[in-house]
């Protein structure tokens, strides 16, 4: 395959980055390599300096620590502006986790599907660091659960990326680990096909050489989903404290009593919650066309709870309403963040 650039984001690199340069070139391969150092300091200059002397490769330099996604993003503008007629951009990482041969597969497989994003992905049943084992597999997890997205390392670096998605890819928010993430969600909105490669599960030194920072990137990459938890729970509890007034004053456990007392809280709750959504949570501006769709789902929400609470009754004569809408209404959480994520605050 011609027309590939590989991309070699890396802060703060050893002797392994100038490793997996040569292993690329004793391979025979001339495809061009982007390096860039995203603010690695003084000290590390010798080495991305070999980098370019050696073997050939371009190096971009940011000042200052950006993060990894600044670092992609750089790349991409590079690749956009100065070879054009590129049609594959292959992200390695500089940490030895990925090797030549690793990569080549990344890149047949690309071969094979076409227009598609290829993830060299690892084996987590193998002994691993625990913090890189239970990262990838509770990100793995939040994002089958709240997108559909099923793939078994959400977090790799050796991607192979077409080189029609860079400029869809340069708009989407992130500048640290969390921009891979979301990386992911940008395929699933336009409907890319993602491919996973099976590749080599390496952890050199416990994973000591990585710069990803467990709490801080953490809730960088689960920021929008903990916002939303925030977001709901507000909203979840004004609705349940207005349900439980009115039904109080409405004096009946009856099908209207519990519709009229669900329409209520869920008015006064849904303009609470569409408000902090719309401008915090997922930070779009679409106005009345949110708006419309955000409370068509409220009103199939309501529904679907009215009915569900009132089922619950009808099975569960001797329990009181208030913990039945509890349970239901937690289960349509889950549902409400997936419609809104992917069909009402989209970017």
Sequence with gaps: MENIVIVIPSLEPDTKLLDLLASIRERGQTWPIVVVDDGSGEEYQALFEAAEKEYGCEVLRHATNKGKGAAIKTAFRHVLSERKTT???????SDGQHTPDDMLKCIQAAEIHGNALVLGVRDFSQEIPLRSKFGNLLTRNVMRLMTGI??????TGLRVIPASFMERLLDIPGDRFEYETQMLLET??????????????????????????VIADSIAIYAVFFKYLLSSIAAFLI?????ALLLRLLKDVSLYSIGMASIGARAVSALFNYSLNRNVVFSNNSGRSS???????????????ANLVYFGHLLFPSFDTVPIKLMVDGLLFFFSYYIQKNFIFTR
Excluded: C, M, P
């Excluded at 609705?239 to 349900?243: E, G, P, S």
């Design 188 to 213: 699933k909105r336009n409907d890319w096909e993602i491919h996973s490669q099976e590749i080599s599960t390496i952890y050199l030194e416990e994973n000591a050489s990585s710069h990803f920072r």
């Design 87 to 93: 049609e594959y951009i292959v992200t390695v990482d």
């Design 239 to 243: 609705d349940v404290v207005v349900y």
């Design 291 to 305: 708006f419309l769709k955000y409370f068509g789902l409220v009103l199939i929400q309501i529904l679907a709870s």
């Design 150 to 155: 099923d793939i078994k390392d959400t977090q």
